[in-house]
């Protein structure tokens, strides 16, 4: 059966609701016809039919019967090619592209209509310049976003570095402010012991000399004591580590603290039988506990409990990094007590030198200080717990080390010193005094004495004398050389020469104890003269006396 045809009335009807739409729709329409041109063929369209959207999304008006070339020449060249190829393929497509005479972004949909010979082609597009903008500025802050972050960042930290300084200059400034008072209170008994033994020589009068003598060298002794304790917090003192067993330390150690402590105070000393050995030096351990103790005492003055504990502990990663150490096994020495306790506010300050919560003219504020300063020349650490009211936790850490413990050489010798006639020692040290004084000191016990100011002297010294017996060297030396420096070479000349340093410091470069051979002894300063007698006397007897030791078949 044939299709019926549409009545005139109903193709009108067609035609009207398709007007209406092609008018009213929002995107653009129209339909292009390519033709041939002076640039070849189909290198030019024609606009044969657009809506009046055509205006509102490129800006351009009345296009139909507008040649391209003539609309858009700069342009023509691009928007041939998007739709040359509709036009030859036969295929639809979708793009976005600048209108640049109008600066439009136009979003396209282009297909074929009929066939190629038909050389028509229509072009659905709508404006999309506002999501294009929104598009490049959020482009935009993305790449200024990490740059933008990076100056927030630098300006914190210039803020946290600045802040930073000021803490420091503060704690500097309490450093120092505190050195200034405690040292001149230590000057004021040394200078004012020599003044009168002065007078009283002028005067003829001996019997006071003793009594200020004593006075001047008990400041001097607490001066010395306050070095050291400074040296300790900043990790500068000069240790001489040993495998030692803790609980054997504390034995003796805990019957010191019952006599320092007092009988109001219980003294509760509980081991681990298996605890470990650790490296460290057992002197400046005991002082770093006895420090710990005579805080728990000064916080209990109505009396109380102070506990000291030793145990073993592994530290695995999370807990090794909390506390600031390697993993791996420690011995910990925990100092407790039922005090007043700390405020909070204090606890992130107690190991700050000069740094006190007692009452003024009760303590030093370098006690803490000196135990966390220690700790950490030990490799190791120290953590405080407190609450007020509720009493103070101190533990030390220090490593495990594997090895039978040392029973500590004695250094001091009390007693007075044999001589050693036909020793010869070589004294190096550019303080004139300090020379002088250790040049006598060993004139005393019978050794003779040459004597240098610095590095390339003494080096000068030992090639005119070779039958020098032992080198006394400061560390710190001018000339170009320090004192391990003229130590190595005198001792790559002779390999039996012993050799003891004096220094004020322990400087870790310098001064190593693992680089340490045997006749290599380390004195700090200040010392006493029995002390440099014995350091002395103790190198010289461990290679023979005096004289290059005999060595060979015949020797005794």
Sequence with gaps: MAKARPSPQAAALDREIYRILFENMDDGFCVIEFLDGPHGPLSDYVHVLANSAYERNTGIPNVVGQYLREMVPDEADDWIAFYGKVLRTGEPIRFRNELVVTGRHLEVSAFRLGTFEDRLVAVLFKDVTERV????????????????????LAQRELAESALRQAQK?????????????????????????????????????????ERYLAAGLGAAHRAAALT???????????????TT?????????????????GPQIAVEVRTNPALWAA????????????????????????????AIETDNVTLDEASATERGLPPGDYVTITVSDTGVGIPEEDLDRVFEPFFTT?????GTG???????????QSDGIVRIRSRPGEGTQVRIYLPRHEGPAEVPRETGVHEPQPELPGATVLVVDDEP????????????IGVECLEAHDGPAALAMLERHPGIDLLVTDVGLPGGLNGRQVADEARRRRSDLGVLFVTGYADSVILQRDTMEPGIDILTKPFTIEDLQSRVAVLLCARGGPGRPETGPNAA
Excluded at 133 to 152: C, Y
Excluded at 170 to 190: K, P, R, S, W
Excluded at 246 to 261: I, S, Y
Excluded at 284 to 304: K, V
Aim: include cysteine.
């Design 169 to 209: 200059m503060e704690a500097v400034g309490q450093l120092t402010g505190g050195l200034a008072h405690d040292f001149n209170n230590l000057l004021a008994g040394i200078t004012g012991a020599f003044e009168m033994i002065a007078r009283r020589l002028e005067q003829g009068r001996t019997a006071d000399v």
């Design 366 to 376: 370098l006690g803490l200080s000196m135990v966390y300063g220690f700790a950490r």
């Design 228 to 242: 050291h304790r400074l040296l300790a917090f900043s990790r500068r003192q000069t240790l001489s580590p040993r």
């Design 279 to 306: 490296l460290v030096d057992a002197n400046q351990l005991e002082n770093a506990l006895l420090n710990l103790c005579i805080n728990a005492r000064d916080a209990m003055p109505d009396g109380g409990r102070l």
């Design 433 to 444: 005094t300090v020379r002088m004084m250790m040049v006598d000191a060993l004139d005393l």
């Design 133 to 152: 903008d929104a598009e490049s500025a959020l482009h935009q802050l993305n790449e200024t976003l990490e740059q933008r972050v990076a100056d927030a």
């Design 245 to 261: 067993e803790a609980n054997r330390l504390l034995v003796d150690f805990a019957e010191l603290v019952r006599r320092t402590v």
């Design 358 to 362: 007692k009452p003024t003219g009760r």
